[in-house]
């Protein structure tokens, strides 16, 4: 135990949190990549204009509560305060659709795991790839806005010339 309290005191840890469909979920892990503490934090998406979502304030309060679940795993296991780590890795649904613009604005309510307003999306995607795309990836959500004609589509169109034009000088 002592060595594991070394290593928390000297931030030779690693963080992993990962935002799933139903928790919150935090790992501090040693320099074996062994577990050492945890932490979550529960949560339900809700239904807000007919779509499943999570606010900005959930997240960010959910990812506190998470936290600070795990800090006091960490205080309690090993009498020692969290105060660093040494490495910190975020993991999230690959189901669903958050977008952003330039000054990191929410474009539109997050669209989470539960909707399943993208069967035309899917649909034309998995006959394209050939492999199956589900409603709920973000994939679809993306594609299904675009055939909506959304209007922050155009926002993220203009993204990506810039990027092309940064990356290729054209």
Known sequence: MSDVKSMIEAGKT???IEFGSTRIKAVLVGEDNA???????EWENRLDN??????????????QDCYRDLAVDV???Y???LTTVGALGFSAMMHGYMVFDKAGEQ???????RNTMTEQAAKELT???????PQRWSGAHLYQAILNKEEHVKLILILLQRLRVMYTGN
């Open 14 to 16: 690693s963080l992993g």
């Open 35 to 41: 577990p050492i503490a945890s932490g979550s934090h």
């Open 50 to 63: 007919g779509v499943w979502t999570y606010t900005l304030e959930d997240i960010w309060t959910g990812l």
């Open 75 to 77: 205080k309690k296991q």
């Open 79 to 81: 009498d020692v305060e």
């Open 107 to 113: 474009l539109v309510p997050f669209r989470t795991w």
């Open 127 to 133: 006959e394209l790839f050939r492999f199956n795309m």
